[in-house]
Every structure is written in structure tokens, then in C-alpha cells.
């Protein structure tokens, strides 16, 4: 688990304690002497399935975690911001390839219950291969599906999602996909949305899809 609760209070600096709060029926962290109560919720993380000419682009992290390693372009969103900006951003930040904000599908939402976060992932293709390795990674390429770098990639879940996506490429499918990654990296579909008839359907049918990791 990579974060932390907070240890003081911000607003006088006194050390937090956990303190049930009736309202909302659990524990939170809350300030002792002037009573603030420090609300904790998920982070969001976006990432952005680039491709040109059907290849893939990742980039190969320059930082720990599993630093030396191949993942998907992506990072938390900042504090007033779109999704739409954040997934251009830490695209730009970490490959420096162009994405059009406005060229984004959404691809996967998915609960990491366990981390306490949400992935969004989008997906676009570019036209522009042009790279420039960010100061986050040691290397950016576009990779064909037969030379993803299966032994070296960063997550357990990198691995699912791209078995997802080559999944999808092999069934000729374009979904928004509705996730669960548990803590082995393994992705669990919920059910997935092929079209906008769907979200009016009364009846979506529910397909669960194990995607192990190997
Ligand atoms: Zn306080």
C-alpha cells in the first residue's frame, strides 16, 4: 500500500486520532483540539492506451516503484483538473507524444479496493510517433504485440490490462470495460459497455471474464 494517513492536523498542527463519527457510521481521522475531521477517499489514477499505427506505447519507469520497468503512461490527477487534461499531461510529461484531449474513449473504470484507488483508463491513437523520454522514465517505445516486454513489465495489473486489450484486439471489440483488479494484479470484468444502446438497455447482461495473469 503506497499511501499514508496524514499524522497532524493542518489546521493547529495536533497529532490526528481515529474518532467515530455517528453521521457517518465509521472511524475517522479527526483533530483533537480543534475538532477538524480529515476526510480520506480513493485517488484517482488515468492512463492513456496510445496507439500509432497499431503499436503500443509504453515507457519503461525511471522511479520507484518498480523502477527499470515497462508500464502504461499515466499518474494521479491533480487538484482541478480534468480527466480529459490529466491523461494529456502525464502522457506529454512521461513519452512527450501529443494526444488530443478531445480524441479520448474511455476504455477501463476500475476499483482498486485494496489501494484505495480508481483507475481510468482511455485510449486514443496518434498519428505523430514522435517521442521524448520524460525525466519519470528511462526509455518510451511503440511496441508491437510481440515484443511487449511480458518479463519486465512494471505491475501485476499492467500485465492484466494488456492481456485485456489483446483480448479485445483478437475479438475485434471496442468496450468500455468495468473492473475490479484484486491484489494479484488480476483483472475481473464486471461487465463491459460495447455502445450507447447499452446504457438504456434495462437488462445488461452481466459477463464475468477471468483474466489471469498467466
Ligand atoms: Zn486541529
Known sequence: MNWQSAKYCRQCGT?????????????RLACPACGDIHYENPRILVTCLVEWNGLL????RAQAPAI?????????MEMQETLELA???????????????ARLDLHIVSSVPW????YLGFRTTVSDPKITVGPECLDVRFFDEAEIPWDDLAFPETRGYLRLILHERRRGRRAINVTRIDATGGYRREYHIASHADI???????????????
Open 115 to 118: 489501494m484505495s484507488e480508481v
Open 87 to 101: 491523461v494529456a499531461r502525464e502522457t506529454m510529461e512521461e513519452t512527450g507524444v501529443v494526444i488530443d484531449p
Open 68 to 76: 527499470g520497468r515497462w508500464t502504461i503512461p499515466g499518474g494521479f
Open 200 to 214: 438504456f438497455q434495462a437488462d445488461v447482461p452481466t459477463s464475468r471474464v477471468r483474466l489471469e495473469n498467466d
Open 57 to 60: 506505447l509504453l515507457c519503461k
Open 15 to 27: 497529532r490526528l486520532a481515529r474518532q467515530w463519527v455517528a453521521t457517518d457510521g465509521r472511524d
